[in-house]
C-alpha cells in the first residue's frame, strides 16, 4: 500500500517561470492538505481540497498560487511566476474521510527560484 | 486565533539520556494535539495524537507525551534516547470540530542525539 506520492522531488525554476507540484494521496484517501515549510520555520497550512472541490483555502496567498484535485488523477500545486521568496519545501499530505485528523505526509517537493 | 510555541530549536543529549521536548498551544476551543517527527530528506510521520480520554498517550517506540489543559501543554518525553531519534519535532493543533484540515504547527524541535 504505497504512501502519499509526491513529484517532482526537487523542482528548479527561474524568477517567472511557473512550477506544478503533484500529489497523489494514499489509496483510498479522499482529502488533501497542501503546506508549506520555509527555512527554519514549521509547516504553514495552505489549502485543504476534496475531489473537485476546495474546502479551505485560507493560507494561500492570494495571487499566483492556485490549486486544484480533479476527480481523476492527482492534486496538483501551481504556482505562475515564481519569485525567490516561493523557494521552499512544499509538502502534501491525505487523510480519509472519516479521520480527518490524522493526515498522512509525503515525502515533500523542494521548490528552489534561482 | 490558535498558536503553537516550541520553546527548544536544538536539544543536544547524550545517547541513553532522558528528554523532554516542550510544547505549549493557545486557543480559545477545544483542541486536538499532535506530535510528528521529521528525519532528513522525508516527510512528517505522526508520532502521537491526544484527540480525547487519558491526558498520557504514548507512542510505538518509547515516546508519550502528556495533555495538560491548565498549562496549555502537551510536551514530548522519552526516559532514554537512541541515536535513531536524531531528527526534527513538530508539534500541532487542530480546531476540535473546526474545518478538519488546519493543522497549525510549531516551528520544530531539533533533538540531536550523540553518542
Not at chain 1, 489509496?27 to 476546495?54: A, C, D, T
Not at chain 1, 484535485?69 to 502534501?92: H, M, N, T
Not at chain 2, 508520532?47 to 504514548?58: A, F
Request: charged content about 20%; aromatic content about 12%; proline content about 5%.
Amino acid at each position: 500500500n504505497a504512501g502519499v506520492m509526491q513529484n517532482p522531488r526537487h523542482l528548479v525554476r527561474r524568477r517567472g517561470q511557473e512550477a506544478r507540484l503533484r500529489c497523489s494521496p494514499m489509496k483510498g484517501h479522499s482529502h488533501v492538505y497542501w503546506y508549506r515549510q520555509l527555512p527554519e520555520e514549521g509547516l504553514k497550512f495552505m489549502v485543504y481540497l476534496q475531489k473537485e472541490n476546495i474546502i479551505d483555502e485560507s493560507g494561500m496567498p492570494k495571487e499566483r498560487f492556485s490549486a486544484e484535485f480533479p476527480k481523476e488523477g492527482p492534486s496538483i500545486l501551481r504556482i505562475q511566476q515564481v519569485v525567490r521568496g516561493d523557494s521552499a519545501a512544499y509538502f502534501c499530505a491525505s487523510s480519509q474521510r472519516e479521520v480527518w485528523n490524522e493526515q498522512f505526509f509525503g515525502p515533500g517537493t523542494r521548490l528552489t527560484v534561482l | 486565533a490558535q498558536s503553537v510555541t516550541q520553546l527548544d530549536s536544538q536539544v543536544p543529549v547524550f545517547e541513553e539520556a532522558p528528554v523532554e521536548l516542550r510544547c505549549n498551544y493557545s486557543s480559545s476551543v477545544s483542541v486536538y494535539l499532535f506530535w510528528y517527527v521529521q528525519y532528513p530528506n522525508q516527510g512528517l510521520q505522526l508520532l502521537l495524537k491526544y484527540l480525547s480520554g487519558s491526558t498520557l498517550v504514548e507512542s510505538i517506540n518509547g515516546f508519550e507525551a502528556e495533555f495538560n489543559k491548565s498549562q496549555t501543554s502537551f510536551h514530548l518525553r522519552k526516559p532514554s534516547v537512541h541515536i535513531s531519534d536524531t531528527a526534527e519535532y513538530f508539534c500541532a493543533v487542530s480546531n476540535y470540530g473546526g474545518s478538519q484540515g488546519n493543522l497549525i504547527f510549531g516551528k520544530g524541535t531539533k533533538l540531536s542525539v550523540k553518542p
